[in-house]
């Protein structure tokens, strides 16, 4: 391996010094931090013979300015090649060539492959809590945003046929010989450019026809695929993998007396979204809604720290994943990542996305951490609309297990058993026969079979969810909770400068990479910001909506 040293090469400095401008984030990265990164760190990553390589160092820095300056892979390259700047922040020679742009692919995937996504953005949060910079205790924030995914959004007959081809690309790659001599002729006309290139049927009897001809052609290659006679190793291709999960997700196929028929999954028989493959050149990538907007690809999730007592907010965590995973599940992940990093918080704000009674409980006691997040209101119909009976009207009786109504009258059923969400939860149920003569039923439920039925959380749950209720309609807690907001920010900065709306790249890990690059950038411009004494900028409102303000 190359060295990166901490010294400024000979004959640069004073060069640099007076070619830079005085806003050169660049130079300020170097003058305060020095080589930031030690080619030591990625030693795992590396050989330790032949002939030494380009600096593992110096290609981490190399890949956290592609995101400061949102730039290419061919572009990073010639920035160091060409610019001084960037020869003064990486410590190199006036004269160095820099190297080709397909290094950087290949140090990425050597951090994918040894594990070190997360080395870049600890060693630079490692640096900074030596400088006194950031550090544990105090305020924490995290908030999440959708990615999209680097492929295009396809409809459910384009999905297939676009499988289906990929998988056909991918072994005319690997073995052009075989498929050669065992392809029907016709398939070069059918799949040979991208199905979206052709203007596919209109009618619903046609497209149904179209389908279920692809469906035909994707079980005859893949019973190819797997003849004795096939060499095995063209199983291993992923393509074939892909194209073999999605015909058992999208088609259902019966043979009876050597016939076959095929046709589509109903909606109901189609497996969950978490395991639906969305697209055939990133299996990883999911489909998922929330709140109207739709979309393919993952969720990320943003920590930074927000104490302001003579430090700036710096990214110290972010976490990625499919786009169907709930934000709860990722918050037990943060608090032992921030944990370890050294850099665990006092208090941690989060939206309701991410509370729930069992975190409220239990972070305080098993990790110290407090958790500051508003609960979900109670929703039943009756709470909602005021007309009835809400929970709070019925009197429960832990130790003998049962519940009183306003009438009176006591459940029959208590069963403790989890929730849709994996949570621990106890449903009571008053029996039919006690409901059905009730004279104010209306106002409890509306069910005509069974009597009402109550669902709640574990007993110190329960009262902790209604503590929290009555407390986040208070004005302290809403003073309290009101530093969650600036995390908006930050994801605005992540999506605008290190575009981190869109994936560079492909599948779940790279993606998660390309975010531990774009938060490592976030905080140089935060860093470059703070030591110059910029100020934030300020939340721009349109003029009709300040026309509204003011009306």
Known sequence: MGSASGNVPEGTSAVAHAAFPKGCLAMRIRDRLGSVFSNEEFREAFGDRGRPGISPGQLALVSVLQFVENLTDRQAAHAVRARIDVKYLLGMELTDPGFDFTVLTGFRQRLLDNGLQERVLDLLLERLADEGLVSAGGRQRTDSTHVLAAVRRL?????????????????????????????????????????????????????????????????????????????????????????????????????????????????????????????????????????????TGYKVHVSENCTGSGQPHLITHVVTTDATANDATAVEGVHDALTTKGLKPAEHLLDSGYSSAELLLTAPIERGIRVIAPVRPNSTPQQVGATGFGKSAFTINWQSRTANCPSGQTSRYWTAGLDNNGRDAIRIRFATATCSPCSVRDQCTRS????????????????????????????????????????????????????????????????????????????????????????????????????????
């Open 155 to 295: 409809n459910r007959l384009e999905f297939v046929g676009e499988t289906l081809r990929a998988c056909l690309e991918a072994l005319s790659a690997a073995h052009a010989r075989w498929l050669a001599n065992w392809m029907d002729p016709v398939w070069q006309e059918r799949y040979g450019a991208r199905i979206d290139a052709y203007r596919l049927p209109s009618k619903q009897s046609e497209r149904d026809r179209l389908a279920r001809q692809i469906a035909v052609d994707g079980y005859r290659l893949l019973e190819a695929v797997h003849a004795s006679t096939t060499p095995a190793w063209l199983r291993e291709i992923p393509a074939v993998a892909v194209l073999r999960t999605v015909w058992i997700q999208q088609f259902t196929r019966s043979v009876t007396d050597g016939s076959q028929e095929v046709d589509w999954r109903g909606k109901d028989d189609l497996p969950r979204g978490r395991a639906l493959i969305a697209s055939p050149y990133d299996p990883e990538a999911r489909y998922s809604h929330k709140r109207g907007s739709a979309w």
């Open 448 to 551: 005509t079979r069974y009597g009402r039925q109550l669902t709640v959380r574990p007993r110190e749950q329960d009262a902790l969810l209604e503590r929290v209720r009555a407390e986040q309609s208070t004005e302290a807690w809403k003073e309290r909770y009101a530093g969650r907001a600036g995390v908006e920010g930050t994801i605005h900065q992540a999506v605008a400068v290190g575009g981190m709306r869109r994936t560079r790249y492909r599948g779940l890990g790279k993606t998660h990479l390309g975010h531990v690059l774009t938060a490592a950038a976030i905080n140089m411009i935060r860093l470059d910001a703070w030591w110059t004494g910029t100020p934030l900028a300020q939340t721009r409102t349109s003029r009709l909506a300040a026309l509204e303000l003011a009306i």
